[in-house]
């Protein structure tokens, strides 16, 4: 049983960093990547960073590059997203998601634009003041 649970979301002043944690269950990260997607109310979802099983390869927005970090502890089964500097156009629902070890020839960021098998059930960032 595939389970993803999300945690580490809440209420931020614009600036301010959170620590969003995705702790796995029922698998090994050892053969999933693992991506951050984030939903904001009248937008399509999107793809804010993913993390490859295989070489540790990552995928970053252009909108978060510099600010976001993934980062992934197999021993401990969870995958973390470091969010510094954050904008109000951060607010979003963030989902952490997995999906099985594509074949080698296709990159984390083709990866990461498909959809994942497995999600979490999301936790709320708001960057306000």
């Known amino acids: 049983q595939v389970q993803l649970v999300e945690s580490g979301g809440g209420l931020v002043q614009p600036g301010g960093s959170l620590r969003l944690s995705c702790a796995a269950s029922?698998?090994?990260?050892?053969?999933?990547?693992i991506g951050w997607f984030r939903q904001a109310p009248g937008k399509e979802r999107e793809g804010v960073s993913c993390?490859?099983?295989?070489?540790?390869?990552?995928y970053y927005a252009d909108s978060v590059k510099g600010r976001f970090t993934i980062s992934r502890d197999n021993a401990k089964n969870t995958v973390y997203l470091q969010m510094n500097r954050l904008k109000p156009e951060d607010t979003a629902v963030y989902y952490c998601?997995?999906?099985?070890?594509?074949?080698?020839?296709?990159?984390?960021?083709?990866?990461?634009?498909?959809?994942?098998?497995?999600w979490g059930q999301g936790t709320q960032v708001t960057v306000s003041s």
């Open positions: 993390i490859s099983s295989s070489d540790g390869s990552t």
């Open positions: 998601a997995a999906d099985r070890t594509p074949p080698y020839w296709v990159t984390i960021a083709t990866h990461c634009s498909t959809d994942f098998g497995s």
């Open positions: 029922g698998f090994s990260l050892d053969y999933y990547a």
